[in-house]
């Protein structure tokens, strides 16, 4: 049982290119989210869904896309990287038991924008 | 606005010594709040979960406690080790919240020996 798994692990950009981040989960979780986790900052939420087909805006979703077509799988794309996107990107999906709730997190994406 | 505030935002302290760490929230309705560990360079993993009609729950040396009354937990961690090194993260769900969890900017606990 894999969990959640991210790809790449790490990552270096020319300001301008583009590229797309891989999140697959294998526990059938509805809900998966992407996040951006600077110093100090915490982790802020990119973008999440909440279902196959479907994705939503979250807290700093300017310049990044999502799609979610197949249901364990969750993209994250920067069509034109900057340099304030250098960031530690984590992608998490979430289950719900009644009242219970977790997240469960991959390792993380380390992307540095040059 | 639902916030979650987490203090003190870094402390060290002596290996073998106790600490708490502090969670204050607004968020409404409440549905559950979770602490979560996370070692440098990886993901967050899931300490302890308290719902709305827990006061405490230990697991190992990890304690955590709620009062939903004053919208605040506490993570009280007994006989720190060197492995206890890293941030903790206060994070609450709210009902019908969509997906959405509520993140706190996390602790960061250095343990020396």
């Known amino acids: 049982n894999a969990g959640v798994t991210q790809t790449p692990k790490f990552r270096v950009l020319k300001t301008g290119q583009s590229m797309t981040l891989l999140c697959a989960q294998d526990m059938n979780h509805e809900y998966m989210y992407w996040y951006r986790q600077d110093p100090g900052m915490g982790l802020r939420l990119i973008h999440y869904s909440v279902g196959e087909g479907t994705t939503a805006k979250g807290e700093v979703p300017d310049g990044y896309n999502v799609s979610r077509l197949k249901k364990q799988n969750f993209l994250l794309g920067l069509e034109s990287a900057a340099p304030s996107q250098t960031s530690v990107y984590f992608c998490?999906?979430?289950?719900?038991?009644?009242?219970?709730?977790?997240?469960?997190f991959g390792q993380g994406t380390r992307l540095t924008v040059v | 606005k639902n916030q979650v505030e987490q203090s003190p935002q870094s402390l060290i302290i002596l290996e073998g010594k106790n600490c708490t760490l502090q969670c204050n929230y607004t968020v409404s309705p409440f549905s559950n709040l979770r602490w979560y560990k996370q070692d440098t360079g990886r993901g967050p993993v899931s300490l302890t979960i308290m719902t709305f009609s827990e006061n405490t729950k230990s697991n190992g040396r990890y304690t955590a406690t709620l009062d939903a009354d004053t919208k605040q937990s506490s993570l009280h961690i007994t006989a720190s080790q060197l492995s206890d090194s890293a941030s903790y993260i206060c994070v609450v769900s709210a009902i019908g919240s969509q997906g959405n969890l509520i993140f706190g900017k996390g602790t960061k606990l250095s343990v020396k020996p």
């Open positions: 998490a999906s979430r289950m719900d038991r009644g009242s219970i709730t977790e997240a469960f």
